[in-house]
């Protein structure tokens, strides 16, 4: 049998009460390199904190945003390696990925149609100039992503869902093509048609629709994935005002037509090369049409930029860094400082990309990427990755309604999260020692806390009011 080894790291929860006598609980994983990640990597153990340390202040009457989640995307390519598990191994890994006692994701992403990560292009449209959408089919994502879905439910039912198409289906765009929109760049755009827009405003209807029937609700619709970029796989460049215009004028108006309770999101915006959320958000009519903005792969300069025009701006994470297959410890530390750069800047939540891949970890356009798990379909083997780890640690930890509160520290990139009566110190301690701590709830000394070497930790300080 195929062996798969993985670099493996430590990841600690160091839990803290004010009125423990400076006793701590850690729960931890510690992995060994070449020791397989476990399907549940926190223990827990009794510890000890002595010293003096780096001192972080929290203001916990200082507060931010409020928490949705943390969650994942399901795509084809990783539907099809789950199912060719035993039903007893996909229940294991979903049970994992969304109870509340594992990974515990809540807000997670699925595309409309093939994503670059769809195993061949693909759309629910596929008889040229069906306007009225009477070909409209999901047909085909009866085999992986509807069950892969529904499966998630089972282990969280307030799991919350937003979908987002990589291109509308080829017939409704110039260049005739779903994909290869490198080649054709000028013509990798929706038509200028009002015939096509309101096919694809009956597109978006007819798929939360459809899905709604298979017992899966689609919270939100993000208008065009990516909408800056023409490349090889399923893409659509759609400028801002098209997006804008497109919204006003076809698709809220369908969806007030057919009673369609999902949101409409503007984006996903980038700021690769350009400013279009920015420019998106600064136009009061467009803002107003959309019930919010998706972003990835933006820098936190842009996301202040952005509330900074618009303060009132509901965002929403929608993807998060893919790297390229190498699923190492170094990408997994690199993922605490993507969470906390979009939360640190307002943002609510942070979705993973792939949550499954196969054991050759390519798109169905052929590069790798990496996933929180690797199923070997043949050896019918399942790997659990460094950045299950770290999302591990942060969808525990995150949950629905907490708030961001103010902290201060020399230290470098750290999260801050408050419930009702408790304090969450997200804090990485990337070094081969232990680095000491003196936690402060403003001028009232908590806690002095050891975060142990290659660590990301959550230090819980329970407090009061």
């Not at 201060?408 to 990337?430: C, H, P, Q, R, V």
Request: glycine share 6%.
């Amino acid at each position: 049998m195929k062996k798969l080894v993985c670099i493996t790291i430590t990841f600690l929860v160091v839990i803290v009460s004010i009125n423990a006598q400076n006793k701590a609980k850690v729960h931890y994983v510690e992995l060994i390199e070449g020791q397989d990640i476990a399907s549940n990597p926190i223990k827990t153990q009794e510890a000890n904190s002595e010293g003096q340390g780096i001192s972080i202040r929290i203001y916990p009457d200082i507060t931010f945003q409020t928490i949705t989640g943390i969650g994942g995307a399901f795509n084809e390519i990783g539907g099809e390696a789950l199912m060719s598990l035993s039903e007893a191994q996909q229940n294991e890994i979903m049970k994992n990925l969304f109870d509340a006692n594992g990974a515990n994701f809540t807000v997670c992403r699925t595309a409309i149609g093939a994503s670059d990560f769809g195993i061949d292009a693909y759309s629910y449209s596929e008889v040229p100039n069906d306007f009225e959408m009477k070909k409209f089919s999901i047909e085909r994502e009866r085999n992986s992503v509807i069950p892969y879905i529904k499966m998630a439910y089972k282990y969280n039912p307030e799991m919350e869902l937003f979908a987002s198409p990589w291109s509308p289906p080829g017939w409704m765009k110039a260049s005739g093509l779903m994909d290869r929109g490198e080649e054709f760049p000028e013509k990798n755009v929706l038509k200028d048609d009002p015939k096509i827009y309101k096919a694809y405003a009956k597109y978006f209807s007819k798929y939360v629709d459809a899905y709604a029937k298979e017992g899966i609700t689609v919270n939100k619709i993000v208008i065009q994935n990516e909408q800056d970029i023409s490349t090889k796989y399923p893409s659509c460049h759609m400028p801002p005002k098209q997006m804008g215009e497109f919204v006003i004028n076809y698709l809220r108006p369908q969806f007030q037509k057919d009673n369609v309770p999902a949101e409409i999101w503007a984006g996903s915006f980038r700021t690769a090369k350009r400013l279009d959320g920015l420019e998106f958000v600064s136009n009061k009519t467009w803002r107003e049409a959309v019930d919010g903005i998706g972003v990835q792969y933006m820098s936190s300069r842009q996301v202040e930029n952005m509330k900074t025009v618009f303060p009132d701006i509901k965002l929403l994470h929608t993807e998060g860094n893919c790297y390229g297959g190498k699923n190492s410890v170094d990408q997994a530390f690199s993922r605490f400082n993507e969470v906390a750069s979009f939360i640190n800047h307002g943002v609510p939540n942070f979705c993973y990309w792939n949550m499954i891949l196969n054991e050759d970890s390519s798109s169905g356009w052929g590069w790798k990427q990496n996933s929180l798990i690797t199923i070997d379909r043949q050896e019918k083997t399942v790997t659990y990755n460094p950045d299950y780890a770290a999302m591990a640690l942060f969808g525990r930890f995150m949950k629905p309604g907490m708030k961001r509160v103010a902290s201060a520290s020399w230290y470098g990139d750290t999260m801050t999260l408050k419930d009702d009566n408790t304090i969450y110190l997200f804090i990485k301690n990337e070094s081969d020692k232990v680095k000491t701590f003196d936690i402060w709830l403003k001028d009232d000394h908590a806690q002095v806390v050891d975060i142990p070497a290659n660590t990301i930790s959550v230090v819980e300080v329970n407090y009061n009011k």
